[in-house]
Structure formats: structure tokens, C-alpha cells
């Protein structure tokens, strides 16, 4: 019912930056929360950071400082610009929706988007 589009995944060296994308389209793209997270080999997914359709965001003490999260309602797209990037942040990133339609509550993921961050 919706499909989530990431983009912008890639291999960057400690202290970079890259910017990732991801749109939604569907039945349900008006998602109310978008967001982003990450799992790492071996890792449980884990929150990098979500935001509301009225704004207010989210984040992982572990990203806060070095990352921001940003939507645009209009193209039903969010982003995540990261700043200042460190091997750990290695992962594949998620983009994540989820809203209610009518009283049922629903969830989609993307396919992932892979971010290495080398030493």
C-alpha cells in the first residue's frame, strides 16, 4: 500500500557527510511519522531518527549533534542530512512510515540503503 524509495547511500570517510532521501508513494503515503533507522551485522535495528507531519522530531542520543532529520509533506518525502560521520554509523538505513487509516494503524519499511563510513 505504500512503497518507500531511499536514495543516497554510499561509502564515505570518517568526519564526511552524506544526505540520504526516501519517498513515499501509495495508498498511504500520507504517512503521519517518518523516519529513518539502522542495523548494523549483527546489530537489532535501532531509532536514528523520526519526524511528525506537524514536525516535531526524534532522535538517537547517539546521532544527536551530527545528524538532522527534515520532511517535506507536500512531495511526502523525508531526509536525513549526516554530518560529521563515524565508523560506527556503518549500516544499512531504513526509511520507515506509519500512520492510521481510519482506526487501523500501519507500518512500511524501504528496502534499505547501505552507508559505510571508513576510518
Known amino acids: 500500500q505504500v512503497q518507500l524509495v531511499e536514495s543516497g547511500g554510499g561509502l564515505v570517510q570518517a568526519g564526511g557527510s552524506l544526505r540520504l532521501s526516501c519517498a513515499a508513494s501509495g495508498r498511504f503515503s500520507n504517512c503521519r511519522t517518518m523516519g529513518w533507522y539502522r542495523q548494523a551485522p549483527g546489530d537489532q535495528r535501532e531509532l536514528v531518527a523520526t519526524v511528525t507531519s506537524g514536525g516535531p522530531t526524534n532522535y538517537a542520543d547517539s546521532v544527536k549533534g551530527r545528524f538532522t532529520i527534515s520532511r517535506d509533506n507536500a512531495k511526502n518525502s523525508v531526509y536525513v542530512q549526516m554530518n560529521s560521520l563515524k565508523p560506527e554509523d556503518t549500516a544499512v538505513y531504513y526509511c520507515?512510515?506509519?500512520?492510521?487509516?481510519?482506526?487501523?494503524?500501519?507500518?512500511?519499511w524501504g528496502q534499505g540503503t547501505q552507508v559505510t563510513v571508513s576510518s
Open positions: 520507515y512510515c506509519s500512520g492510521v487509516w481510519g482506526l487501523r494503524p500501519y507500518e512500511y
